[in-house]
């Protein structure tokens, strides 16, 4: 009689929530400094699943000079995905401080949420690489483009 009073206990719960996050392979650098993340968040679940929570963890010496801006993953992704649902679109962003060393920089990140509100679960994870490009490159492609536009207009 136990096994039976267990066994339609736990055959009443809902399944879990099961995500899957795929982050596009680079990432969007902006002028000022920010590199934001794009991918799509799928929900495959037979349930509904509250994406409630990122954590970003970059390894050394990454966090030493990108900050992660937590604000940005809440004000684009949906609180909740349907079962079946897809969003696809910015997921989170970084802020590369001004003496950002040249170089590559990797890490994770990981998406929180399960089927409500509080539930603390690890839906889905990633790894995530983002690449610092040496600032004066920019301003050597920006002088390349104006003085080329000089000659041709002086023709």
Same mark, same amino acid.
């Given at each position: 009689m136990i096994r039976v009073?267990?066994?339609?206990? &736990?055959? %009443?719960?809902p399944a879990p929530a099961a995500v899957i996050? %795929?982050?596009?392979?680079?990432?969007?650098? *902006?002028?000022?400094g920010l590199v934001? &993340?794009?991918?799509?968040?799928?929900?495959?679940?037979?349930?509904?699943a509250f994406l409630n929570?990122?954590?970003?963890?970059?390894?050394?010496? =990454?966090?030493?000079?990108l900050t992660s801006n937590q604000n940005f993953f809440f004000f684009n992704v949906p609180g909740v995905l349907l079962n079946n649902e897809t969003y696809t679109g910015p997921i989170f962003q970084f $802020?590369?401080?001004?003496n950002t060393p040249i170089g590559v920089?990797? =890490?994770? $990140?990981?998406? *929180?949420?399960?089927?409500?509100? &509080?539930?603390?679960?690890?839906?889905?994870?990633a790894n995530l690489i $983002? =690449?610092?490009?040496?600032?004066?490159? =920019?301003?050597l492609l920006l002088g390349a483009c104006c003085a080329l536009r000089l000659r041709w207009r002086r023709r």
């Open positions: 009073l267990c066994l339609l206990l &736990f055959s %009443t719960l996050l %795929t982050l596009s392979p680079s990432a969007e650098v *902006i002028s000022n934001t &993340f794009s991918g799509t968040i799928q929900n495959t679940g037979p349930s509904a929570d990122i954590t970003l963890l970059l390894n050394p010496p =990454g966090g030493t000079y $802020v590369a401080a001004p920089y990797t =890490g994770s $990140v990981s998406l *929180i949420g399960g089927d409500d509100e &509080f539930a603390v679960n690890t839906l889905a994870s $983002v =690449g610092v490009p040496e600032p004066s490159t =920019g301003w």
